[in-house]
């Protein structure tokens, strides 16, 4: 299977090329890219890749092509792919658009953690796509972490606003911590020390547990101690309902990336 990555250097095509190679999923020669900045001399160590000249050499040297750009830069591809499968990165750019490149289209939505091979990519199934490109999409979502198939396109947008921002969230609060810090003294090297083993730490108790999260918050109340004067606080300062009008936010702008309605 030879897979083309149109954006092969962009954050998520390149990390997905890479861990393709890191993982031994595929070796160089079945690596085909595209970038807007030319071929390089190196791709994640290798120098081997095969590098289109344009986006129809790509098609013509790839059984599945991956298209990694900026939403606004879909028109000007003109990508054309009769019958061969299709899986978009791009975020909020419907399947119904996608669908005149005239592929079988799947939409999916890495994030950022792809680099460490460690990415949640919900994804959705255009007409025409059968069970085996089902099965090569699983395969090369693999190699970036985990996914699931959902069922409703407009889930998407709500998938991109949440596990599709990756490390956004954690960092805006990581820098709070460290800001709250620093302003009451403590030197900046320990004040990130300190973030990171809230942000990046703590959370591995997590881990497998996601859904008990509501637990763990109710036993930190119930202790009634300086944790839970801190939770009481942040919710009636609004930090729950603040992260809330940040989702819908990000979902409306996903509604008119591709012109439609909120």
Partial sequence: MRVGIIGATGWLGSALGGQLLAR?????AELVLLNRSGPGTDYHGHADVTWARDVDELVACSDIVVVSVRPQDWPALKLMVPGQLVVSFMAGTRLARLAGCRGRIVRAMPNAAAEIGRSYSPWIAGS???????????????????????????HLDLMTAVPGSGTAYPALLATALADFLRANGIAEA?????????????????????????????????????????????????????????????????????????
């Fill in 24 to 28: 031994g999923m595929l070796g160089p």
């Fill in 190 to 262: 320990v004040a990130w020390r300190a973030a990171e083993a809230v942000i990046c730490d703590a959370p591995q108790v997590l881990a497998g547990r996601i859904s008990q999260a509501p637990e763990i918050i109710e036993a930190y109340l119930a202790y009634e101690g300086t944790t839970a004067a801190g939770i009481n606080a942040a919710r009636s300062a609004g930090f729950v309902s603040g992260l809330q009008a940040a989702l819908k936010a990000a979902v409306i702008k996903a509604h008119h990336m591709d012109g439609a309605e909120p």
């Fill in 128 to 154: 025409g796509v059968t069970d085996a490109d089902r099965a090569a999409v699983r395969w090369l979502l693999s190699a970036i972490g985990s996914e699931d198939e959902l069922q409703e396109e407009s």
